[in-house]
């Protein structure tokens, strides 16, 4: 289906560059209708056809929205009426495929037993983008079931989307479970998309796709409407090129949902994330990083983009502090992995509840379909039988999570506390990435770099409980200070 308006630029040729273009970008040529948010869905259209479905065949697109153009031509003719609903306004959006959408597209967490009719209802964020002006562009690949189907499946594969690819190496995993969100971010084929997180699902895939990935602390954003795992670690987030599109993404979603169990401080009801993104952001602010960095010269070998990270956020105004970051010393991976197990069990009945229409009702419902139909591959389902297997008890489920809670938040807030820090860094190669989710705080992985093989480098900015607001606009003082961020090559 090709679209074209009146008073717009020529549909653009689908070698055009818009696949690179900034939101912003996109949107002051939409002011002075040099383009149109028809012809912006029908390049990317375009993208996806000849890059991941054909050619590097990347895999990240699970489905695409058949009302895509529609909904453009109708927010085109909004625009000409003069009539613009926000910063989003005729901007494509992907969605990770375990977020409700009550239109043509299936919501199946990437597995098959979940294809059949639609969800009832749009999640919470979708109707917040929606109202926002977004265009929702489609669905995106994930590990199945975000990554708790079983353990030895390899990242970015599901029964439903296949493996998804890295884009800068197409050998190399795209981690996951966002991995569909940040390949295709990575890839040019949308300029934001929207992940979900329960313990590194999406600043892991941002990591190594070279993308702008935001873990939200826990309720920012509602997660009615959202396939769960845990409803005390779960939560959706921004994942986009540049820190800015990160956080319009994140005010779009952001809003007030009477199902959501975390209640928001007043302080942060409204709050506009783009209103401290300065290039001078990290003058003056005290920033904790890994002693190691500090002390070995074998850290700064084993990650030189994060040493070099350091010494610009050095050059940028911002006092480093070298600290210890570790794992709880109480916590053990038994413990972590019978709470997502005990949150599978309490909380997936309660989504396939607000499903009709589909080959499964229950837990072992999607048991016995596994059983049946494995997928090509022939992958088990360890994880998903561990939760149906879990003694329950309400009781000792809120007592496990709330002594994993307060543990890995205590590492953060001790930290910042001792060494009055607004902040700390890590690299992904440190113990202290799993204190984040599991703490329920948030943190932002950004590019670095690039490794001597091709793959992207990033660190992770984290910080106390709502700190969204200044990890965004520390993450933005070192994006503008290192412009590390690269587009892909594509490379066997």
Do not use: C
């Amino acid at each position: 289906m090709e679209v074209t308006l009146k008073g717009y630029a020529q549909t653009p040729a689908p070698d055009s560059g818009l696949e690179y273009l900034s939101v912003d970008e996109i949107t002051q040529r939409m002011e002075r209708f040099q383009l149109s948010a028809v012809a912006l869905v029908q390049h990317l259209l375009h993208r996806i056809e000849a890059l991941d479905k054909q050619g590097p065949a990347i895999s990240a697109i699970i489905e695409l929205n058949p009302d895509a153009l529609a909904i453009a031509e109708s927010l085109d003719q909004e625009r000409q009426r003069g009539h613009v609903r926000g910063p989003l306004h005729g901007i494509p959006v992907l969605l990770k495929d375990n977020i409700d959408t009550s239109d043509q597209m299936q919501t199946s967490a990437g597995s098959l037993a979940m294809v059949g009719q639609p969800a009832p209802k749009d999640a919470f964020i979708v109707q917040q983008l929606r109202a926002a002006g977004a265009v929702i562009l489609g669905k995106t690949n994930l590990s199945e079931w975000a990554g708790f189907r079983e353990p030895g499946i390899p990242e970015g594969w599901s029964s439903r989307g296949g493996q998804t690819k890295n884009p800068h190496v197409l050998s190399v995993t795209p981690l996951g479970s966002s991995s569909g969100s940040g390949a295709a971010v990575a890839a040019g084929f949308a300029p934001l998309a929207v992940g979900t997180e329960t313990a590194g699902s999406i600043i892991a895939p941002a990591s190594i796709n070279g993308v702008v990935g935001l873990k939200p602390t826990v309720g920012l954003l509602s997660r009615s409407g959202i396939v769960p795992v845990s409803h005390k670690v779960d939560t959706p987030g921004p994942m986009a090129r540049t820190v800015r599109e990160a956080a319009l993404l994140l005010n779009a979603m952001t809003g007030s949902d009477d199902a959501e169990p975390v209640k928001q401080p007043f302080a942060i009801r409204d709050v506009d994330y783009t209103a401290l993104l300065l290039p001078n952001a990290l003058a003056g602010r005290r920033i904790g990083y890994p002693v190691k960095f500090d002390t070995t010269s074998e850290a700064a070998q084993s990650d030189p983009q994060f040493s070099r990270a350091l010494e610009v956020m050095q050059a940028a105004g911002a006092t480093l502090i070298p600290v210890d970051i570790n794992d709880p010393e109480s916590q053990t991976p038994e413990e972590v992995d019978k709470a997502f197990s005990m949150g599978i069990k309490r909380h997936l009945p309660e989504y396939l509840a607000t499903r009709t229409g589909l080959a499964i009702q229950s837990l072992d419902d999607l048991l016995q379909y596994n059983e049946r139909s494995p997928g090509a591959e022939g992958y088990g389902q360890a994880t998903l039988s561990a939760a149906s297997n879990v003694d329950f008890n309400e009781h000792t489920y809120n007592e496990l999570w709330q002594k994993i809670q307060s543990e890995n938040a205590a590492v953060i807030d001790d930290l910042l506390v001792a060494h009055q820090l607004d902040a700390l860094v890590l690299d992904v190669g440190s113990p202290g990435l799993n204190v984040i989710p599991l703490a329920g705080y948030p943190g932002i992985m950004i590019p670095s770099g690039v490794g001597d093989d091709g793959v992207p480098t990033s660190l992770l900015f984290f910080g106390a409980r709502w700190s969204e607001a200044t990890l965004l606009a520390l993450a933005y003082g070192y994006e503008q200070a290192s412009k590390a961020r690269l587009t892909p090559a594509f490379k066997p």
